[in-house]
């Protein structure tokens, strides 16, 4: 079980190999009480949690522009046990994110709703792989990423023009793995757009779109490993 690839650098990536292990993944199956007990503090705070199914890596590297990888399906119970304590030997947490790109250059995030685990903060539509992301064990980055901000914004990203090849940004907290996706349509249309699927939902996962302008724009609630992937952006690499 290892991690080996640089931190707090945006790197490019042409190919993405993390492929999902049958297996249990050694932190769920060694912390089955204690995942049991955070569980329901969390959902004594929380009612709405849901203890779906989600990855966990167990190993992650960077290589020959590649990102090569090992995930485990694990219940949602936890990853939250883990979320707590991002600095367990053998864990960590990749997601992806489509950097939703307007024709006038300008940024669509979102903001989360108050019933989430991130309620208030922005950053681009995304979730957490699931099993689903998977194509014959190996994971299916765009499908997620399409699906995600389908499921958050209402949006169809499957024929928008993307970027030549992912970035990736790996941190602390874990690493992030992103495209463009472009619109044509401006900034204020995109938004209108997802403003009016929000309103149409019973629950939805988001308050509403934010839109970021330039690389000094940063909203209140801005993750933190927003703002460097928003000065990447805007500073015109590729």
């Known amino acids: 079980m290892s991690f080996?690839?640089?931190?707090?650098?945006?790197?490019?990536?042409?190919?993405?190999?993390?492929?999902?292990?049958?297996?249990?993944?050694?932190?769920?199956?060694?912390?089955?009480?204690?995942?049991?007990?955070?569980?329901?503090?969390?959902?004594?705070?929380?009612?709405?949690?849901?203890?779906?199914?989600?990855?966990?890596?167990?190993?992650?590297?960077?290589?020959?522009?590649?990102?090569?990888?090992?995930?485990?399906?694990?219940?949602y119970s936890t990853f939250m046990l883990w979320r707590g304590n991002r600095q367990v030997a053998g864990a960590e947490h990749a997601y992806?994110?489509?950097?939703?790109?307007?024709?006038?250059?300008?940024?669509?995030?979102?903001?989360?709703?108050?019933?989430?685990?991130?309620?208030?903060?922005?950053?681009?539509?995304?979730?957490?792989?699931?099993?689903?992301?998977f194509r014959d064990g190996l994971v299916d980055v765009d499908f997620n990423m399409i699906r995600e901000v389908r499921e958050e914004t209402g949006l169809d990203l499957a024929g928008a023009t993307r970027g030549r090849?992912?970035?990736?940004?790996?941190?602390?907290t874990g690493t992030v793995i992103f495209r463009r996706y472009r619109e044509t349509a401006s900034a204020d249309e995109v938004a209108q757009r997802i403003s009016a699927f929000v309103a149409a939902e019973a629950e939805p996962e988001i308050d509403g779109p934010v839109i970021i302008r330039n690389a000094d724009d940063l909203p209140d609630g801005l993750m933190p490993h927003m703002k460097p992937l928003i000065e990447w952006h805007f500073a015109g690499k590729d």
């Open 4 to 75: 080996d690839l640089p931190r707090n650098i945006i790197l490019p990536v042409d190919a993405v190999n993390v492929r999902l292990d049958p297996g249990p993944h050694p932190f769920e199956r060694d912390n089955a009480q204690a995942i049991a007990e955070n569980w329901r503090r969390e959902t004594a705070a929380n009612p709405a949690l849901f203890d779906g199914t989600v990855v966990l890596l167990s190993a992650l590297s960077y290589r020959d522009n590649s990102l090569v990888g090992r995930c485990h399906a694990v219940r």
């Open 96 to 133: 992806a994110h489509a950097m939703l790109v307007a024709g006038d250059n300008a940024l669509v995030a979102i903001r989360m709703a108050s019933h989430t685990v991130n309620a208030g903060r922005v950053y681009f539509a995304a979730g957490s792989f699931e099993p689903t992301d």
């Open 165 to 172: 090849r992912y970035y990736a940004l790996s941190t602390a």
